[in-house]
């Protein structure tokens, strides 16, 4: 497929994809992978990747290795082998490999993978983006960014790489670099609701409630997907406990047996119920 043009198939709308959940789920700004609780909703709309064509074809390559495996974390892996297989020096095989092992936790088989791909095409910058969220899944954020931002280099016009950053600098506890990346997601794509959610809870984090306020009122007006419990979370971290707690009442009114949500889990821990919140 590399000797196919990407006129030939049109350029992707994503990066990889093994489990048709996206690289990257936002339960707000939580990193994690393909569904898992953290980095629901799919971040991979928050942008192409946008390389070169090279990369473009890795990235096409790979989620079509993924994504005719059907469902099943066994025939997502065993796709991406037979892939290697058929030639051991195509990097987006590799990259394919790394990211089902990832959707599944095996880390030191995703990031052996991860690094043969990038040994074989060093300027994927797909694989250099998803690549740093598992270096910051396993805390080492100065790997990360240093990843991240090297993919940035490669398609500076990425508003899913700037996310990407973003998001590293909110888990890494570096609030206001969070805030200016996250500004910089939105000169690329003024409805990242993610973004607007990045800059709520570093505000948040940051004591200025007004800000916070003013940003979830930005990603409830670009998105119909803004979880109504943020506002119970901002309640609770400005010290509104009580107004906090009646939000928090009005859902489970209206939701009863409702699945987790992971800002009704902080909404009780800024409200002290340390183990409910838990």
């Known amino acids: 497929d590399r000797r196919r043009t990407v006129g030939d198939r049109g350029a992707p709308t994503g990066g990889l994809d093994p489990a048709g959940a996206g690289v990257l789920a936002v339960d707000g700004p939580e990193i994690g992978v393909g569904g898992a609780a953290g980095f629901d909703g799919d971040a991979e709309g928050q942008g192409d990747v946008g390389g070169g064509a090279g990369d473009r074809r890795a990235i096409d390559g ?31 095989g590799h990259a394919a490999l790394a990211h089902v092992y990832f959707h599944h936790h095996r880390w030191a088989e995703a990031e052996h993978e991860f690094r043969i791909a990038l040994g ?73 609701d993610a973004s607007y959610q990045i800059m709520t809870r570093a505000y948040a984090m940051k004591g200025m409630h007004r800000e916070a306020k003013a940003a979830f009122s930005e990603e409830v007006r670009v998105s119909s997907k803004a979880h109504p419990l943020w506002a119970a979370y901002l309640l609770a971290r400005s010290g509104n406990h009580a107004e906090a707690r009646a939000e928090l009442r009005k859902w489970d009114q209206s939701h009863p047996g409702a699945r987790y949500e992971f800002p009704y889990a902080l909404a009780l821990l800024e409200c002290g119920d340390t183990n409910a919140g838990f």
Not at 67 to 79: D, W
Not at 148 to 170: C, G, K
């Open 62 to 92: 790979a989620s079509r290795v993924l994504q005719s495996a059907g469902e099943g974390a066994e025939g997502r892996t065993e796709a991406a082998r037979k892939a290697i297989a058929l030639d051991e020096s195509l990097a987006e």
């Open 120 to 192: 074989l095409d060093p300027d994927s910058a797909s694989t250099l983006q998803i690549f740093a969220i598992y270096l910051a899944i396993q805390g080492r954020f100065e790997e990360a960014l240093q990843r991240a931002e090297a993919a940035a280099r490669l398609a500076p016009a990425s508003s899913l790489i700037a996310y990407t950053i973003s998001t590293i600098h909110f888990h890494s506890g570096a609030y206001d670099e969070a805030i200016a990346a996250a500004r910089r997601t939105l000169e690329f794509d003024k409805s990242s």
